[in-house]
């Protein structure tokens, strides 16, 4: 059971997710910058240490219930990596319809160089876990081998919830600096 397997499949997964978000109509593109601007109208008046919670609280919940409900087939984390890919692609083309690449790049990247790599190491988790789950459901065989399974996968998880909180850190206290230089 490598890491890198896992790793891989997640970035394939969410890399699939940024190519849709490139194909997607404008029509499909200007419906999700709604839904995005609605949920992110309830996050708009939180900074500093608020911010750092929520964004955190979303972003831990959000790998916990991937890793948690990934024995239902994978979907969860699946869909996951697909949504996010495809969202971050959509965010950056309606960006740039009003803003610079810089002001795009300032907004991303700061706290991206962490909290991509930590939410692909997280999905990878759940995919190993919710993968071996099934298999161990399937084959009584390999039973046994979902205990240190898990707990390889939950060490993963746990990694990946130490990065979210650095990268939490950044976007709620640097990103916002950074764009500040824009205005």
């Given at each position: 059971m490598s890491l890198r397997r896992w790793?891989?499949?997640?970035?394939?997964?969410?890399?699939?997710g940024l190519v849709i978000g490139l194909?997607?109509?404008?029509?499909?593109?200007?419906?999700?910058?709604?839904?995005?601007k609605d949920i992110a109208g309830n996050a708009a008046s939180a900074e500093g240490f608020g911010l750092f919670v929520l964004l955190l609280l979303n972003n831990t919940l959000a790998v916990g219930a991937s890793f948690l409900f990934s024995p239902i087939f994978l979907i969860l984390p699946v869909v996951s990596l697909l949504m996010n890919g495809a969202l971050i692609t959509v965010v950056a083309r309606l960006t740039l319809q009003d803003h610079s690449l810089a002001f795009l790049a300032a907004g991303i990247l700061p706290h991206g160089i962490i909290e991509i790599p930590a939410y692909l190491l997280a999905q990878a988790a759940a995919i190993c876990f919710g993968f071996n789950v099934l298999k161990a459901i399937f084959d009584t065989q390999r039973r046994s081998e979902a205990g240190p399974v898990l707990i390889k996968c939950l060490k993963w998880l746990g990694l990946a919830i130490i990065l979210l909180i650095s990268a939490a850190l950044i976007e709620a206290f640097i990103t916002p600096l950074l764009l500040g230089l824009f205005n």
């Open positions: 790793l891989l499949i997640a970035a394939a997964l969410f890399c699939a194909l997607l109509p404008d029509s499909a593109a200007d419906s999700i910058e709604q839904t995005f």
